[in-house]
């Protein structure tokens, strides 16, 4: 029995969630729903460096098991898979969908089928509606939250994202995100606009995860197990040092809170474009592993989970299998 009520069915109560998706939804004419600021009018299906129009691209939507323990619990999580990006990650897991416009011109869906997707996922038993990478469509993911909520929809909103984000949008998402779980990927502007083309992500990723931490706190967990409320940040282990972990992790601790839950990655996997640069072109070696883990342990970081190292090959989707695109996953886990 679900004893856990989001805070988005109060804002809809009192029209709050109307009010923000209307506000925000408006901004499309001259798009400045991400940090690029492109200016396009997506109602008219101009496309800026997202290269999204008006209606939301879902590449997949499934039962997703392989995230934190909280996330997934028993049930899994209920996954929903935006298409495009607002970064140009050379080694992107998810390059299919994330820097192939073409292929994702099919996945096009309207509104109402957004929600219909987040009641259906509901309906398979999920914990929570897991939007990853949703920046470029909050607000359709907020219409879409006014379709569904009267017909039912009341699980935790999972906001799973790349944190590159504009601080003043994720204000606006305040009681209506019940758990954020952004990536801190980088501490150097350089390697951050040479991996990635976002000179300034550190400056924005930094400033979202301050904000998104005051407005959920530290991770809560019902009497399952299962995350309610609060923020996971993912830090992803590089090669060479190439992620920052040391200013990152620390940051994280000393301008946050050691008490914060931090998920570290090991699945890095030389994948896309990453064979173009010669210190991406492996995976991360024992002792680049190692080097984080003692520094989590320095910094006393004790919630959250270190990823062991043979999470390369088995995190690693497919996303022509749109209802299964986590098949290695699966295999895996019987």
């Given amino acids: 029995m679900n004893t856990f009520y989001p805070g988005y069915l109060s804002l809809y109560s009192s029209g709050e969630l109307a009010s923000r998706a209307d506000s925000l939804s408006a901004r499309l004419a001259a798009c400045d729903i991400c940090p690029r600021r492109c200016g396009v009018n997506r109602f008219a299906e101009e496309t800026g460096f997202c290269n999204s129009g008006s209606l939301p691209v879902v590449a997949s939507w499934c039962v997703h098991r392989g995230e934190e323990p909280p996330v997934s619990g028993t049930n899994g999580s209920g996954a929903v898979f935006f298409g495009n990006c607002t970064m140009r990650c050379v080694y992107c897991q998810n390059y299919q969908i994330s820097q192939d416009w073409d292929s994702q ?42 379709r569904a909520v009267p017909r039912g929809l009341s699980i935790p909103l999972v906001y799973n994202t790349s944190g590159y984000e504009s601080v003043d949008v994720i204000k606006m998402l305040d009681g209506i995100v019940d758990i954020y779980l952004p990536d801190l990927r980088y501490a150097s502007s350089e390697t951050a606009n040479v991996l990635s083309k976002t000179a300034d992500y550190t400056m ?44 990152s992790i620390t940051w994280l601790a000393k301008e946050l809170s050691p008490t914060l839950t931090v998920s570290i990655m090991a699945q890095y996997y030389p994948t896309h474009r990453s064979s173009s640069f010669a210190s991406l072109g492996r995976k991360i070696t024992e002792a680049e ?34 209802k299964h695109p986590f098949e290695n996953e699966l295999k895996a886990k019987n």
């Fill in 105 to 146: 011109k099919r996945n096009l869906i309207s509104i109402d089928a957004l929600g219909e997707r987040m009641l259906e996922l509901q309906g398979k038993g999920c914990h929570n509606i897991n939007l990853v990478t949703p920046t470029h469509f909050i607000p359709q993911i907020l219409q879409a939250l006014l």
């Fill in 289 to 322: 592993y190692r080097e984080v883990v003692a520094l989590v342990n320095a910094l006393e970081i004790e919630n959250g989970w270190l990823q062991g190292m043979e999470a390369a090959e088995t995190y690693l989707p497919d996303f022509a299998r749109q």
């Fill in 204 to 247: 924005h990723a930094r400033k979202s995860i301050k904000e998104m931490y005051r407005q959920v706190g530290d991770l809560k967990l019902n009497a399952d197990g299962v995350a309610t409320r609060g923020l996971i940040v993912r830090h992803l282990i590089l090669p060479e040092r190439l992620a920052g972990s040391e200013e």
